[in-house]
């Protein structure tokens, strides 16, 4: 990582010392939650069982060795399974993609098979 000292030690103690269990609860949008049993920034324990209980309708993905930077030292796997999630519950429709995604940037035009990707809806 990169930062000043202070800067991560802020991070910290914000992390740390502030509740987010209202606000899980008032969730109600599927959410994917990713965690890796390897963390040794964030025990699993202490947090990803946790906060997927706290949601009204979440996903816990546990990953076995992989470690608290796993989006980049795994990210093969955790983008196939972002993709995978997004397809599957993201998106008021199910089955095929339209043609035309609506993004923060507007309408995103899309081939005859679309494919969405994690930027059209914001995870980028």
Do not use: C
Request: proline letters at 8%.
């Amino acid at each position: 990582m990169m930062g000043g000292a202070k800067a991560h030690y802020d991070g910290i103690v914000a992390f740390s010392q502030t509740d987010f269990t209202e606000d899980l609860k008032k969730i109600t949008v599927p959410v994917l939650v990713m965690h890796g049993d390897d963390d040794q920034i964030v025990p699993y324990a202490d947090s990803a069982p946790l906060s997927a209980k706290l949601l009204k309708n979440s996903t816990l993905k546990t990953y076995q060795g992989f470690p608290h930077g796993m989006p980049t030292t795994e990210a093969d796997t955790i983008n196939a399974d972002l993709l995978t999630f997004v397809k599957r519950n993201a998106a008021p429709w199910k089955g095929d993609f339209p043609s035309k995604i609506r993004s923060s940037e507007g309408w995103v035009l899309r081939d005859s098979n679309p494919q969405p990707t994690p930027k059209a809806f914001g995870l980028l």
